[in-house]
Nanobody, 113 residues
Framework: EVELVESGGGLVQPGGSLRLSCAASGFAFSDFAITWVRQAPGKGLEWVSY????????LHSRSVKGRFTISRDNAKGTVSLQMNNLKPEDTALYYC??????WGQGTQVRVSS
């Protein structure tokens, strides 16, 4: 079964950190770039971070640049999103996806004191 599964979300105070993980199975993970997007309550999807198939090129949105770091381990079939200095506006449901059609179910991040 083709699948992406996110994990690592939770409740954290402002200024705190979380590490999200995206685990792939059932497809040639190392052939795909991976993108993280998020959806805040009542808002549309927002692109967050991207990493290419080889893991040697990445991009971050302006809103998270300098705070978030994306990495991948093709041998393990995982992508991680290290999120530091979290802000209340980072509260959202975070999804990883590969290509247009392979999406995870999301993991919830809430930043609140």
């Amino acid at each position: 079964e083709v699948e992406l599964v996110e994990s690592g979300g939770g409740l954290v105070q402002p200024g705190g950190s979380l590490r999200l993980s995206c685990a792939a199975s059932g497809f040639a993970f190392s052939d795909f770039a991976i993108t993280w997007v998020r959806q805040a309550p009542g808002k549309g999807l927002e692109w967050v971070s991207y990493i290419n198939a080889g893991g040697d090129s990445s991009l971050h949105s302006r809103s998270v640049k300098g705070r978030f770091t994306i990495s991948r381990d093709n041998a393990k079939g995982t992508v991680s999103l290290q999120m530091n200095n979290l802000k209340p506006e980072d509260t959202a449901l975070y999804y990883c996806h590969a290509g247009l059609y392979i999406w995870g179910q999301g993991t919830q991040v809430r930043v609140s004191s």
